[in-house]
């Protein structure tokens, strides 16, 4: 089959020739028809989250069930499905809570394994996580829906708790961002979004931002927002994965708030630094947020199909396999505006 392929960190990423996949008795081999381009696959492609060498990235994927394994009761060939870039053992007290986004067993698909910026993907535990999509969900979209989406869904409606009315300032507004933005606009937050670029901050206000910010503009920004806010938001994310972004969006919560750790913060950054003095004083909460398991995804999908959630529009451009290298490539600087997806 074909793939994108990387022989070391920070090496080209180029289209080759590799065997497939085989497929487990209690797993499936997908046929991928789109896949995101994500930081969170750049950050193995940097060796900052390593990975086995040579490696094939991507994990936010949808596609059609090409073969299934015996043990399987819940798919069959042709149906058209996507997974958690999170996939869950199934038999461990997580999986069995619903809380497969951190099993211990986990395998995630470009990361512990060979990921989806490839003709074919194995699944492993395809009863437990694959989803099926709906006919009006096309592969595209579906794909737009990957960790970035599907994490931001859960981040604001599981820890977050935003309601109606309350103020979300969501720091970075790449793909996760701008999927926050969406998300928290659908369910009735106002929202502020806060980025260094303009095209970016022209997407969130077209999503729906009802601020949007410069983070390198003059003033201190935490002031700024907290004053915008009338006392400062009710839910902040980091989006970007950044320690001052991370400390900026503690800074910017009212009284009682609510932090979301999203974006990755890996290998010299993963101990920023937090002021804590005022999540104790403040009674802050801090979460941080790992995708969402496969049991989460129907919900997300009723307002996908009803059109309360857009995916398709957080799409900057779909691009061939062949260029898949470069798009990751261009994440070192500040890139699109929206989510790159391949068509294999």
């Known amino acids: 089959m074909r793939a994108v392929v990387y022989d070391g960190y920070s090496a080209p ?35 900052h989250d390593p990975v086995p060498l040579p490696h094939i990235p991507g994990h936010e994927f949808a596609g059609v069930v090409a073969e299934i394994g015996p043990a399987v009761t819940g798919f069959r060939v042709g ?10 053992c199934g038999r461990c007290e997580y999986c069995r809570s619903g809380n497969s986004q951190v099993c211990p067993q986990q395998t995630q698909p470009g990361f512990t394994g060979p990921g989806t910026f490839a003709e074919l993907v194995r699944i ?14 096309d592969f595209v979209d579906a794909a737009a829906l990957g960790c970035r989406f599907a994490t931001a869904y859960r981040a604001l409606a599981v820890h977050g708790r935003i309601a109606a009315g309350q103020w979300l300032a969501v720091f970075g507004c ?38 949007t910010l410069c983070a390198a503009g003059a003033g201190d920004l935490t002031d700024r927002i907290v004053e915008i806010t009338g ?6 994310i980091d989006a970007a994965g950044a320690p001052a972004l991370a400390a900026a969006g503690v800074r910017s919560l009212r009284r009682r708030g609510r932090h979301v ?9 993963a101990l920023a630094a937090l002021p804590m003095d005022l999540v104790i004083s403040r009674e802050l909460e801090i979460y941080g947020s790992h995708g969402m ?21 957080l799409v900057g451009r779909t691009i061939a396999m062949e260029d898949a290298g470069e798009a990751l490539a261009t994440m070192d600087g500040p890139g699109d505006s929206g989510i790159t997806v391949v068509v294999p």
Do not use: K
């Open 261 to 269: 750790q999203v974006g990755l913060l890996l290998g010299e950054h």
């Open 124 to 137: 492993d535990g395809a009863d437990v996580n694959l989803v099926r999509l709906p006919d009006t969900v």
């Open 13 to 47: 990423a180029t289209v080759r020739e590799v065997p497939p996949p085989a497929c487990p008795v209690g797993g499936a081999i997908v046929a991928v028809r789109a896949t995101g381009v994500c930081r969170s696959d750049w950050h193995a492609w940097r060796g």
């Open 174 to 211: 790449g793909g996760l961002g701008l999927s926050a933005i969406m998300i928290g606009v659908a369910l009735g937050a106002r929202v502020l979004a806060v980025d260094t670029a303009d095209g970016a901050l022209q997407r969130a206000a077209e999503l729906g931002a009802d601020v």
């Open 231 to 236: 006392g400062g938001a009710h839910v902040a």
């Open 293 to 313: 398991p496969a049991v989460d995804y129907p919900a997300m999908l009723d307002a996908v199909t009803a059109g309360v959630l857009q995916p398709g529009r």
């Open 79 to 88: 149906d058209r499905v996507t997974a958690p870039f999170v996939c869950g």
